[in-house]
């Protein structure tokens, strides 16, 4: 499976990045834009488009194993030998999790944003938007306009159906969702056998009989399905008022990755539960660095890093994403 990839920058550290359930690369696309600079030469970012979200193809069933090698892939296509930073919100958080524990060569530094290894039950909490993306009549869809009014029924919030109606293209004289949601609707479906809602590892999951994930897919790594820990450096951004990482989370996560740093709570509030179309107004530019494997010259200039301000962003759905946050100083910075 070839994904669907957009470069961004033309030279400097290689990022990649990996959007949450509903998502597109382009979600990213200000933050990228940001790291790149004005001439594109401080980052080399990449957008992906996980399978069946945006233009990347569709599979026949969802694993986390089947998005990590298509996303491997994908980055050895782009920089080669050379390993990359990648960054994951979410759904895409998991995949460059497990990206990084099965492809280890192939990343030299990770970022899991709003996200932890484990199971979270089932995905009941989106079944209202599926069901009503579902329910959409596209026949009767002449505009964009037309689905967003509609979609106001099951949705008030403009942001959320604006991230949701992304989904939506132009087929022909008709519409079509670009997602492929009845993948996504069935593994709803299948409640606390979920795959999406899962983390693939045996030992991520306590409560499966055997030591089997509830979606089936098979254990791997070391013995006892516990897969070798990824040595490198990771930071794991965590919001102030997340609903998806809780103190207990600390030990799975530090024995998958035991160099990971986590990031302090006292996040300003959360934006909202979805990356917007657009910067929303007075929210700070994202100018962030911290990202590129270039450590500060001074002591002053550390200190004026700590401080900085970066709106986190990519996907769909998380409690605290995006995110203004002071950024930390970590391995994966230094």
């Not at 979200?53 to 298509?70: C, I, K, N, T």
């Not at 524990?101 to 030299?108: C, G, K, R, S, W």
């Not at 983390?199 to 009989?209: I, K, L």
Request: one cysteine or more; glycine letters at 12%.
């Amino acid at each position: 499976m070839t994904l669907h990839t957009v470069e961004v920058g033309t030279a400097g550290p290689r990022i990649a990045f990996l959007h949450g359930l509903f998502g597109q690369g382009r979600n990213w696309n200000q933050i990228a834009r940001a790291l790149a600079g004005p001439d594109g030469e401080t980052a080399r970012c990449l957008l992906v488009d996980l399978p069946d979200h945006g233009r990347s193809p569709w599979s026949a069933a969802f694993s986390y194993r089947g998005y990590a090698d298509a996303v491997a892939a994908a980055l050895s296509r782009w920089g080669g030998s050379d390993p990359v930073t990648l960054v994951g919100h979410s759904l895409g958080g998991k995949t460059a999790m497990v990206t990084a524990l099965e492809h280890p060569d192939t990343i030299a530094r990770l970022c899991v944003v709003d996200i932890a290894p484990k199971s979270y039950g089932n995905l009941h909490r989106f079944t209202g938007y599926i069901d009503g993306m579902r329910a959409l009549p596209l026949d009767k869809v002449s505009t964009r306009a037309d689905a967003d009014a509609w979609f106001a029924r099951v949705e008030p919030d403009p942001g959320i159906r604006a991230f949701l109606l992304q989904n939506l293209r132009r087929r022909g004289a008709g519409w079509a969702w670009q997602c492929n949601l009845d993948l996504i609707a069935a593994d709803a479906a299948r409640g606390s056998a979920s795959v999406i809602a899962d983390f693939p590892f045996a030992g991520s999951v306590s409560e499966h009989a055997g030591g089997e994930p509830a979606g089936g897919e098979p254990a791997g790594g070391r013995a006892g399905g516990e897969p070798a820990a990824y040595d490198g450096p990771v930071v794991w951004l965590v919001g102030a008022d997340s609903g998806y990482v809780h103190d207990d989370d600390g030990p799975r996560m530090r024995s998958l990755f035991p160099a990971v740093r986590k990031g302090d709570r006292q996040w300003s509030r959360p934006l909202g539960a979805h990356r917007r179309a657009g910067r929303r107004r007075g929210d700070p530019a994202p100018t962030d660095r911290s990202l590129i494997r270039r450590p500060p010259a001074t002591r002053a200039r550390r200190d004026r890093l700590s401080k900085k301000v970066v709106t986190v962003g990519g996907g769909f759905p998380a409690g605290a994403v995006p995110i203004r946050s002071p950024v930390w100083r970590s391995r994966a910075t230094t």
